[in-house]
Every structure is written in structure tokens, then in C-alpha cells.
């Protein structure tokens, strides 16, 4: 469990204010929980995308597991795509950047693009009690809006008993339809993890209570914002939210889950209703897509400036990476942030990021999961898109382990 540091509103309201009032250069390190590395202007000077290295990690993920590993870099309207290995182990069809994958948590972004929106509408504020919102639904008055969308509420993440055992977990629920208070309800199982606002401890059942937010405030699914406030405007015509459907619709990958037990064959685990995720998980997507949505969400084409400055008020989650709400901040090795989200669900993981200004962005997909090899392996993808070659110097600092406690907490993925 990783502490987060915590603003409160009238240290936000500070930070606010030093952010007025700062010159240019101190502008990004003003943040809660950690500094953003770069400036914006600095970010215009990154080093050219490192393609042979990029080549190299998909290919070690490969060697590590996965069937197939790919990788699209929109670097300010020139395009690099790189995939190795298939889409289908049964027909052995390569994989293509062109086709749709289910893109887990990167889903959270989406939800809380929504919310803020709704923020920007004046239906929300982000200091207010859930409960406010949702009569009952929390056992505390104190859990707010900001709280859930930053992992701060305490809220336990029920994904950790569910999938405890990792095929079976699966299988015992690729079919089921779950209503969001069916998903609060085994949450509320258990004890909260801190104080609300106390501690990051990352729970899918956070962005569970935001697709809750998401119908209530607005009277429409979830699907219904999603299209209407951010697949339409942004032209993105290969998303989709098909919940509870199990089929990814058209050309897609398929996913591939690792069994727990060594050696045992992978399990397709492609089709299935995500109902355990939904509004915490459940949007497809592909590569060109999810780089068109981070880049238009950091060049402030989806809020306000005033909401998107909220979206990265940081809660430090370790020494190299933030959350803010529904966001990730990653400080890369060549001392770059970049800011997006990642996924697992079962067969797939998902990185995808872009850069301060949005004009250089990065989405790579594996499809295996339950591997944390292929995990930490793909995490480099990030340095071959931002970093350039590393130089000699680099090369010697090993790549940090993934946390697996902040995809699923505290499942061990090997
Ligand atoms: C759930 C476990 C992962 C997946 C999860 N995903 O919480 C959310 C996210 C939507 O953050 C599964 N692992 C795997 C296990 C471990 O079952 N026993 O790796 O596919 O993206």
C-alpha cells in the first residue's frame, strides 16, 4: 500500500493561486504529490522516438509470453507502427495496429472525463460527499468526489478477492451481468483500506461509484456520455462500449491470459461481458484511437483549463509515478513526464501516454496478462517513444518492477 500526499481544497486553493502567480518555468512543479519533470516547453525538444528499441521491447514481451505485442507513436502528425506476433493463436493471423483490443482501466480516463464535464456544467462539485449524490450508498458522509476519482476513498477493491485465483476468478465471472450496486455491495464486504482522503490505494471500485455518478447525474448509461461527449466529438470510430455483450465487435486481437500455474497452456479469454469492470474497464478500443484521446485531453479539448488543472492535482503513488483523477503521471528515466493511463484486463495490457502538450503519444499492447514480466517489459515502450536511444549511462539503471499492487492490489502476478 502506497501513501498518497494529500491536498485538501484549501491547498488546492493554494496551489492554485502559486500556479497564477508562478513564472513559466515553475508552472509544472507545483503539484501535491510529486513534480511533473518538464515543462511545455521543454517537451518540444524531446529526442526522436527510438523505433529499433521499441522493436526490441515487443519482442522481449514476446520472449516473455505474450502472443503478440504492438505499438502506435503519433509524434505530431508522423505516425509509427510497429506489431510482432499474432492477433489469433488458432489461425495465426499477425497482429495490426489496426485492431480493436479491450483497454481495461485506460477506461477510467473516459469515466473521469465524463465527470469533469459535469464539473464544468456546475452538476458536480468535487468536494462533495458522494452520498451528497447517491443517498446511503457509502458507509461514510466524508468520501467525495475527488476522493473516489483519485483512489483516495478507501473503498475496497473486490477485484482482489474475485480474482484471488486467476483462471477461475475469470471464469466464474466472463458471463455475469453485475449491477453497479452489486459491485459497491461486495466492496462494502469489507472494512475501508484508510480515513477517506487519508492513503492512494488503488480500487476498481472507485470508477465503479463514478459510472454510478455518471447515471445518476446525467439520467443516461454510461455508454450513452461516452458516445455523446467523447467518442463522437473526438471521431472515434473504432471505440465502443458493448456492455454487457461478450464479443469485441469487427477485426480485433485476441486476449490471452497466463494461468497462475507454471508452464500451463494460455486460456483465450477474449470474449467476455467485463460486467466485473464496466465503467472502471470495460471500453474497447485501438492504438490510433486511444492516442487521439489523450492527446486532445491534454491539449484541453475535452474541459475546461480550470477541470483538466484538477485532473492533475497528484497524489504521489511512488518515487517515479502520480495520480491524479482518472490520470497517470509517469516520470520516465530521461527525466520526462508523460500522462495517460494503463490497463489489464484478462488478456490484455495496455499502456497508453502522451506528453505535456499532447503532440507526442504512445499506445502499446500485449495480448497476455497475469505475466508481470510482459508487464515491466512493456512499461519500456514508454522510454523507446519519449526517451530516444538511451545512451550508455541509461542503459545501466535497471527498469523499475511494476507495482503489482496498483493494477489489482495485492495479487501477486508472479
Ligand atoms: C484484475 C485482474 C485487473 C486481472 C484489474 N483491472 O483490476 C483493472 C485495471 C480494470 O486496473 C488478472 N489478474 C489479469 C489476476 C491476478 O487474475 N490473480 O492479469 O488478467 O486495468
Redo the contacts with the bound molecule.
Keep these: 500500500m502506497v501513501s498518497g500526499t494529500v491536498g485538501t481544497g484549501t491547498a488546492l486553493g493554494a496551489v492554485l493561486l502559486s500556479l497564477l502567480a508562478a513564472p513559466a518555468q515553475a508552472a509544472t512543479t507545483a503539484a501535491t504529490g510529486g513534480a511533473d519533470r518538464v515543462t511545455t516547453a521543454a517537451a518540444a525538444k524531446l529526442a526522436a522516438p527510438d523505433d529499433a528499441g521499441l522493436r526490441e521491447v515487443l519482442r522481449s514481451a514476446m520472449a516473455q509470453g505474450a502472443p503478440g505485442a504492438m505499438a502506435r507513436i503519433d509524434d505530431n502528425g508522423t505516425v509509427h507502427r510497429l506489431a510482432e506476433g499474432v492477433a489469433d493463436r488458432a489461425t495465426g493471423r499477425a497482429l495490426s495496429n489496426s485492431d480493436r483490443f479491450r483497454v ?5 480516463s473516459f469515466s473521469a472525463v465524463v465527470l469533469l464535464q459535469l464539473v464544468d456544467e456546475g452538476k458536480l462539485n468535487l468536494d462533495t460527499s458522494v452520498n451528497t449524490y447517491l443517498p446511503g450508498l457509502l458507509p461514510d458522509d466524508r468520501i467525495t468526489v475527488r476522493h473516489v476519482m483519485s483512489h483516495r476513498s478507501g473503498l475496497y ?1 473486490y ?1 482482489d478477492e474475485m ?4 483462471v477461475p ?2 471464469e466464474s465471472v466472463r458471463n455475469k451481468v453485475f449491477t453497479y450496486q452489486e459491485l459497491v455491495n461486495l466492496s462494502l464486504k469489507k472494512p475501508l483500506n484508510n480515513a477517506p482522503g487519508a492513503a492512494y490505494s ?1 480500487s ?1 471500485t472507485n470508477f465503479v461509484v463514478a459510472g454510478m455518478l455518471i447515471e445518476k447525474l446525467t439520467g443516461h448509461s454510461v455508454r450513452t456520455e461516452y458516445q455523446n461527449r467523447i467518442f463522437k466529438p473526438l471521431n472515434l470510430t473504432d471505440t465502443f462500449y458493448v456492455h454487457p455483450k461478450t464479443a469485441i465487435p469487427g477485426r480485433h486481437a485476441g486476449g490471452y ?2 494461468p ?1 500455474e507454471a508452464g500451463a497452456p494460455l486460456v483465450d ?1 477474449t470474449e467476455q461481458t467485463v460486467s466485473w ?1 464496466q465503467s ?2 470495460a471500453i474497447i478500443s485501438t492504438t490510433h484511437d486511444l492516442d487521439t484521446f489523450f492527446s486532445s485531453l491534454m491539449r484541453g479539448k475535452l474541459m475546461s483549463a480550470a477541470q483538466l488543472t484538477q485532473m492533475q492535482q497528484w497524489v504521489t503513488v511512488n518515487s517515479t509515478q502520480g495520480y491524479g483523477l482518472g490520470l497517470r503521471r509517469r516520470d520516465l528515466s530521461c527525466g520526462v513526464s508523460v500522462y495517460g493511463h ?6 490484455f495490457y495496455t499502456y497508453s501516454f502522451t506528453s505535456k502538450d499532447g503532440k507526442r503519444s504512445i499506445t502499446a499492447l500485449a495480448n497476455t ?3 508481470g514480466n510482459v508487464l515491466t517489459t512493456m512499461a519500456r515502450t514508454l522510454d523507446s517513444a519519449f526517451c530516444g536511444k538511451p545512451t550508455k549511462a541509461a542503459a545501466r539503471v535497471a527498469a523499475p518492477v511494476e507495482r503489482h499492487e496498483d ?2 492490489p495485492d ?1 501477486a ?1 508472479n
Excluded at 481495461?104 to 477510467?108: F, L, T, W
Excluded at 480474482?163 to 486467476?166: E, G, L, N, Q
Excluded at 494503463?342 to 488478456?347: I, N
Aim: without cysteine; hydrophobic residues 35%.
Design positions: 481495461g482501466s485506460v477506461s477510467k477493491d477485484t480474482f484471488a485465483k486467476t476468478g475469470f488503488y476498481n491470459l497466463t497462475d479469454s469492470a472502471a474497464g494503463t490497463g489489464t484486463v484478462q488478456g496478462s497475469n505475466n493494477i489489482a495479487i502476478l
